[in-house]
């Protein structure tokens, strides 16, 4: 009976060893150290910009970096400001963006396309920023590669061995449809990426409003749902949950305001 007792602590004490807390208090499992995490970032970055075409153009580049860098430098110090590396890829179909561990971003022209305005890119932005400060791809991957043979396939990735597993890897770390597997975030991982994403963007003084607006605009999308909808299940209970947050964000956006946080980013 000891015996079983000792055991039982000593299971729960290495469960914790795993365990952390998200910004909003759920529990996750995060078996990965933030620099494997990066490396991963890091390959699956790398891997996107060799398979796909890069816009160089200046005009557009500098108004994603505005965005990034605006939200970057209003990041409660919980989520930790990085260095971010961001590149908008040539393809007007995708309306889709990327944010992967490591501090990397990739945005769609689709997406451009459908975002009216800098609030509403910084939006999308917030919202994938999100993801990756509340360690979600962390727990994707940690609960898909809980075993021996799960971290020796990680280990093998890291190692450049490009194998079946790969694509799921990158899925895991949010690039569903780059790769054609869609393994959608869950719900609760995308609620709390929607709050902690409106936050963000009202922090830095981009209009949290907007971000309602852009998920009513892309409901109202007809026929094919667009890529980020479909690894992003908009539906009524999703815009109904961001205006329950909506009054806290208009707080930090009129605290941002007197901070003259009001950032100007063009298209
Ligand atoms: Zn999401």
């Not at 869609?182 to 907007?210: K, T, V």
Request: proline content about 4%; glycine content about 8%; overall charge positive.
């Amino acid at each position: 009976m000891k015996h079983r007792f000792f055991y039982t602590i000593l299971f729960i004490l290495f469960l914790c060893t795993a365990c952390a807390t998200s910004p909003t208090g759920r529990n996750q499992l995060q078996l990965f150290s933030s620099q494997k995490l990066s490396e991963m970032g890091r390959m699956s970055y790398r891997q996107l910009k060799k398979d796909e075409k890069v816009i160089r153009g200046q005009d557009v580049n500098s108004f994603v970096n505005c965005v990034v860098r605006s939200i970057n430098s209003a990041l409660p110090a919980s989520a930790g400001s990085k260095q971010w590396h961001i590149t908008v890829f040539d393809n007007d179909e995708a309306v889709n963006a990327f944010a992967l561990p490591g501090g990397y971003i990739g945005v769609y022209t689709g997406l451009l396309k459908v975002t009216d305005n800098q609030d509403q890119l910084a939006a999308v932005i917030g919202h994938e920023i999100a993801h990756v400060t509340a360690g979600h791809p962390n727990a994707r991957l940690s609960s898909q590669y809980a075993t021996q043979a799960g971290l020796q396939t990680v280990s093998a990735f890291l190692e450049g061995q490009v194998g079946g597993s790969t694509r799921t890897i990158m899925a895991l770390l949010g690039l569903g449809s780059q790769v054609g597997l869609l393994l959608p975030f869950s719900r609760s991982q995308e609620q709390e990426a929607d709050i902690l994403g409106l936050q963000y963007m009202a922090r830095a003084g981009f209009d949290p409003e907007q971000s309602i607006q852009l998920w009513r605009n892309m409901a109202r999308e007809g026929g094919k749902p667009p890529e980020f909808l479909s690894t992003h299940p908009s539906d009524y209970s999703r815009i109904q949950s961001l205006q329950a947050h909506l009054p806290e964000a208009l707080e930090l956006y009129r605290r941002a305001g007197q901070q003259n946080r009001r950032p100007q980013c063009r298209p």
